[in-house]
């Protein structure tokens, strides 16, 4: 309990933390805010998940600030100090976890229902849809998890936002350049973001299931998350 505390602590804090946070809101609804108010959506339209486009610009927000989490303890020596008062290594990687697991929850919450309450003013034929609302949310911790767990296996904030990014983006993009349709569908039901990101989806048919999608995003997240607790046992500070 005194390991969460002083995770806790350390995160809310952190002038850095909620700047980030309040980002992550305010990007999440505007980005989602301009696709509901720009766009001439046709008949059939999947527009719950278009009101929730923001989510797309939230997830770097999310990466970021979780990364910072352990990548400025590194850079600025504070992981010694850390790990002296706390020899337990995994704890406190399983504090830091939680609290960034809590925060981004918090954070994710209010900036998916502003999307949700902007896309169905901006859009009255807007049906509510429960699903993609809650799976975004969900969608979001998983990403802080998951980019808390890389940077805890690089120990670089610059190196850990870069592999993020590019699990967040690049890959993506990557995907829709392969020419061979069966083996596209098959990326992506496997890669961490598209997977992660069906949970949005409410018609078509999608490659891979919303809940089974988000249960792919949790097992790069978990993956991660150990690989990071094994290697930070394993290495000096």
Partial sequence: M???R???TKLRTSLGTCALLVAMVAGTVAVSAAAAGFSDPLPG???PRLSLTGVQLGQAVVAILAVLAV?????SGLAV?????MPRRSRVLAAKALVVAAAVAAAAA???AGSVAVGRFLLPEHALAARPAIGSVLYLV????????IATGVRSPAAGMGVVLALLYALPIVNTAVADPAWQRRLLRIEPVSAGLAVQITGGAPAIGPWKGLGVLALWAVGA???GAVLLERRDA
């Fill in 45 to 47: 339209a999947d527009l």
């Fill in 81 to 85: 100090v850390t790990f002296t008062a």
């Fill in 2 to 4: 005194n390991t969460v």
């Fill in 71 to 75: 990548g400025d303890e590194y850079a």
């Fill in 142 to 149: 998983l990403i802080g998890l998951l980019s808390l767990g």
């Fill in 6 to 8: 002083a995770e806790w």
């Fill in 110 to 112: 209010v900036a998916v």
């Fill in 225 to 227: 998350l150990l690989a």
